[in-house]
Every structure is written in structure tokens, then in C-alpha cells.
């Protein structure tokens, strides 16, 4: 029977936020340069508000400058391209997020190319995603950077190893996917065409599950001492009416098989939020030249 440990996300993502403030104060001490963070929502979905509240808190709490624009749900495209058109122009914003989903008659590739892509901490625009691709240094989309920084504080070198993605999205799943290649393992990514999904996932000594299904992913589709990535963040209602998060994978189902876990809440969550800081300092400093 394998002892499978959980990957504490929360408490990884703590660390990293002390070592992006101890930097930022450095930056800000040795050259006045304070990161600003701009986040904009539209719309009033309760969950984007927590995250939102949430990325400002951590923002600030790092010495960074956090600028947070709320627009109504009813907000034409033409407004909201006019907002990023002006962050782009803004000295004191370093970084821009535009929380996804936009509402339905925005069109929001168009949104988020519109993002200057030095300013795009998000890693979205198809210039960071290009770069990515071909090697460059690139903005990095925060799930997945954040998702392999702790493969490697965790399993080392990652060289060889048969990584699976489940999910092939443009801001998890394919970014995941060019991070492991970089790291020098054999990637696949499969998705709901995947013939013979449960088989596919069994080959993998990393297992990266972002399909946004909850719990698809199960025990017998991972490989004995395998580790998990589990990049869901699922509400769902139980039969007494209470909500709990569930990630992707059945995460009970996986004890005694995983060698490692990510849990949710507490695993991959957190991470984003401290890589979207790190990735504001990191547009701060190229920026500025340094
Ligand atoms: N442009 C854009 N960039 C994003 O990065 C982006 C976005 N839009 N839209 C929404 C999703 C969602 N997202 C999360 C980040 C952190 C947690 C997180 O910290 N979760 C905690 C739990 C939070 C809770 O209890 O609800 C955890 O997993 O432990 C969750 C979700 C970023 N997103």
C-alpha cells in the first residue's frame, strides 16, 4: 500500500508570496519602482468576486499597487477595449488581468488581445502563447507555471517522465503541456476524445487532470506512486443542499494509490494567485529594464 502525501499548495504559495514581497521591497527600495496590478470584472458572478477580493488582498500585502475596476455586466465591448487601451498607457500598471468569463456579448479574444503583451499577466495573449511555444521568454499563464513549479520542488528533476494532461484549453491544459516538454518530459494531452481516456491516464508518472469535470478522474486511472495535479475547482451541491469544492479527480479514491496529491481547496488554487504576483513582478522588472 502507497502512502500518498498531499502537496500543500497553500502553504507553498505562502512561501512564494514572502519571497515576491522581500523583492518587491528591494525593487521599490533600490530603483521607486512599486508593480501595479490592475483586475478587471465585469459583471456581479459572487465566485469571480471572492477571487477578485482575494487577488487585490494578496496584491497589496506584497508592497504591490493593486487597481480594481468593477463594470456592470452590461458593459458594451467597446467600453471595456477603451479601459485596457488606457491600462496599457498607465506607468503605475505593470500587469493587467481580465477575469474570464466575459459576459456572452463581449467578445473576449478580441478583449484579451487587445492586452499589451508585456502588461499580460495572465500569459492569454497569443504573442505570450507563441513565445511559450518557440522557447522565448514569455508571460506564463499562473495555473500552469504555478502547477510545475511544485513538480519540481517536489519530484526534482522531471527529465523523462511521462506526463498526461487531461484538458487541451488555451489557458491550462495546452500551456501545461509546453511547460512539461520544456521540463524534458514525454507529454501527452488527451480530452474527451481520448480513446480509452482511464488507459491513457494510467501510463503517467505526472498526472494533470483540467478537464472541469468533478471527481472524472478516477483511483484506477492512476498509476501506483504516480503525482497528481488536480487543477479543478468544481462547486458542487450535496444532497443536503450544502456546497463543497471538488477538484477533477476523485480525490479519495486516489489515497493508497497517488504517491503525490494536490488537494482542493489548498492545492493548485493558491499557487495561481502567487504566480499571477510573481508575474507581475517579473513584468514590472522587464519593463523598467532591469
Ligand atoms: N483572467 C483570468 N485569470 C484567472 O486566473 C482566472 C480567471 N480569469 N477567472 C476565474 C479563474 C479562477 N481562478 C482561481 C484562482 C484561485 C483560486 C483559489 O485560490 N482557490 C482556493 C479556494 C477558493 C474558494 O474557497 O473558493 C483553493 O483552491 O484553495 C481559485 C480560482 C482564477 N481564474
Redesign the pocket.
Known sequence: MIETKPID??AFAAGLRGRIAEEVAVLTRDHGLKPGLAVVLVGEDP??Q??VR?KAAQTVEVGMASFEHKLPVETSEADLLALVHKLNADPAVHGI?????LPAHVDSMKVLSAIEPAKDV?G?HVVNAGRLAVGLDALVP??PLGSVMMLKHYLGNLSGLHAVVVGRSN?VGKPAAQLLLREDCTVTIAHSRTRDLPAVCRQADILVAAVGRPEMVRGDWIKPGATVIDVG?NRITKPDGKTR?VGDVAYEEAQGIAGLITP???????M??AC?LQNTLTAARRQAGL
Open positions: 499548495g497553500k465566485a469571480s471572492v477571487y482575494n488581468l481580465v477575469q474570464l468569463p495572465d492569454f499562473c495555473t489557458i475547482i469544492l482542493v481547496p489548498g492545492g493548485v488554487g493558491p495561481t494567485i499571477l
